[in-house]
C-alpha cells in the first residue's frame, strides 16, 4: 500500500537508533536493558524530525524514495514523502497505538490493523515497526550481555534479546549490539526455529543534531543476499518544539504549512 509507514509501538525501524551528552557513560552501564533504552532514547529522544532517503535494491531495478518524519514520545509520529512525485503527499500517522495511513491519489484515511505492522513496507526490506524505530524490543523481550568486543569508535556490547513468555512478537531471538555511545551498529533477527533471518547494520556512522547518530543503515534478508533497503538520514533534529496539530488525522490528510 502506497504512503504505509512506520510506527513506534511505532515510529519507531528502517529508518531505527544513541546517547546525549547528559545520560551516564555507557561504559558505566551494568544492565542490558538500561544499555539498550538510551541507544534508543539516543535514537528518538523526547521529539525529533528527520529526513530520510530510502534506496530499495531488487534485482530488476534501484528505486529512492524520500520522506520526512516527526516522533514525539513513544506513540506519536508522523511520516510524509516528499519525492518522487509519484510517491509526495502519501503519509503516516502514529497516534496512542493506532497507525493511520493517507494515500493522496485516493483522497482516504485508512487505518491500519496491527497484523499490517510486521509486513514489507513500500517493497522495502524494512516493515511499518522497523522504520518506526519501535522500542517494543526494550519491554518485551528479556535481555542478556553476552559479549563485549572492541569497534571503531570504541567498545560495543553485544545483547541477546529473546521474547517473554506469552508476548506474540514476530522473532525467536535479538541480537544488537550497541557501541560504547549509545550508537546501535546492528541488529540481527532470528525466526522462531532459531535461524537468522535478517539484519540491519550501520554502514556509516556520523554526527547529526550534536549526537553521534548511525547515518547510513542496511537491511539485508539472508535470504535474497543481492538485495537490500538502505536509509539515509540527511537530515535530523532532537528534542525540539513540534505544534500539537501535527499529529492529527486532520493534518495527515490536510498538511499545513
Keep these: 500500500m502506497a504512503g ?18 547528559s545520560l551516564p557513560s555507557m561504559s558505566m552501564a551494568q544492565d542490558a536493558r538500561d544499555i539498550l533504552r538510551a ?5 528518538r529522544a523526547d521529539s525529533s524530525y528527520a529526513k530520510v532517503e530510502m534506496t530499495v535494491k531488487r534485482s530488476n531495478g534501484t528505486r529512492t524514495m524520500t520522506f ?16 518522487p512525485a509519484r510517491d509526495a503527499g502519501n503519509a503516516t500517522l502514529q497516534l496512542d497505538g493506532s497507525t493511520y495511513v493517507f494515500n493522496p491519489r485516493l483522497n482516504q484515511i485508512i487505518k491500519l490493523p496491527a ?19 519501535s522500542e517494543g524490543v526494550i519491554d518485551d523481550y528479556t535481555h542478556r550481555l553476552i559479549q563485549t568486543r572492541s569497534v571503531s569508535g570504541g567498545q560495543a556490547y553485544v545483547i541477546e534479546s529473546v521474547p517473554k513468555r506469552g508476548v506474540p512478537v514476530v522473532w525467536g531471538k535479538q541480537v544488537l549490539t550497541v ?11 532470528f525466526d522462531q526455529l532459531g535461524a537468522r533471518v ?15 547518530y ?33 499529529f492529527t488525522r486532520s493534518n495527515l490528510q490536510n498538511p499545513r504549512n
Excluded: C, K
Design 4 to 21: 504505509e509507514i512506520p510506527r513506534r509501538r511505532l515510529l519507531g525501524q528502517i529508518w531505527g537508533a544513541l546517547v546525549v551528552a
Design 39 to 43: 541507544a534508543f532514547d539516543n535514537w
Design 68 to 83: 520526512e518524519s516527526w516522533t514525539e514520545g513513544e506513540d506519536r509520529a508522523l511520516v510524509r514523502f516528499v519525492a
Design 115 to 133: 497484523s499490517a505492522m510486521s509486513q514489507s513496507w513500500m517493497g522495502s526490506d524494512f516493515s511499518y515497526d522497523d522504520l518506526a524505530r
Design 179 to 189: 557501541r560504547s555511545d549509545g550508537v546501535l551498529i546492528s541488529v540481527e533477527y
Design 198 to 212: 535478517r539484519e540491519m547494520r550501520a554502514d556509516r556512522i556520523g554526527n547529526l543534531g550534536g549526537r553521534p
Design 214 to 246: 548511525p547515518v547510513e543503515m542496511t537491511m539485508r534478508r539472508d535470504d535474497e543476499p543481492g538485495e537490500y533497503t538502505t536509509v539515509r538520514t540527511v537530515d535530523a533534529r532532537f528534542n525540539i518544539d513540534i505544534p500539537s496539530y501535527l
